[in-house]
Nanobody, 116 residues
Framework: DVQLQASGGGLVQAGGSLRLSCEAS????????IGWFRQAPGKGRERVSL????????VYADSVKGRFTISSDNAKKAAYLQMNSLKPEDTAVYYC?????????WGQGTLVTVSS
């Protein structure tokens, strides 16, 4: 049973920064993806960033490239999302996710609100 605990959301003004954290547990494999998705009200879930450290692979949504940076700690099975130069359109519930053997596992979500 994969479990994820996310934290770090909050209210920040446009141009500010925020750092999200996610800790995963309940699985053994080191070959997995971990990252963040977000969902704004009335919109679909969007992949923000995902990293597979064992493959040296990292991907970002076009909308956050150059502003967000994902990092991971394989020993802790943790991921962090440093969000800089935040924009009001970044406002959403952010979900940590693990991709493992063809399945996605989701955290509870943490709300990020960026004021204009």
């Amino acid at each position: 049973d994969v479990q994820l605990q996310a934290s770090g959301g909050g209210l920040v003004q446009a141009g500010g920064s925020l750092r999200l954290s996610c800790e995963a547990s309940g699985f053994i494999s080191d070959d997995y993806g971990i990252g963040w998705f977000r969902q704004a009200p009335g919109k679909g879930r969007e992949r923000v960033s995902l990293t597979v450290s064992s493959k040296g692979y990292t991907v970002y949504a076009d909308s956050v490239k150059g502003r967000f940076t994902i990092s991971s700690d394989n020993a802790k099975k943790a991921a962090y999302l440093q969000m800089n130069s935040l924009k009001p359109e970044d406002t959403a519930v952010y979900y940590c996710a693990v991709a493992l053997r063809g399945n996605y596992y989701w955290g509870q979500g943490t709300l990020v609100t960026v004021s204009s």
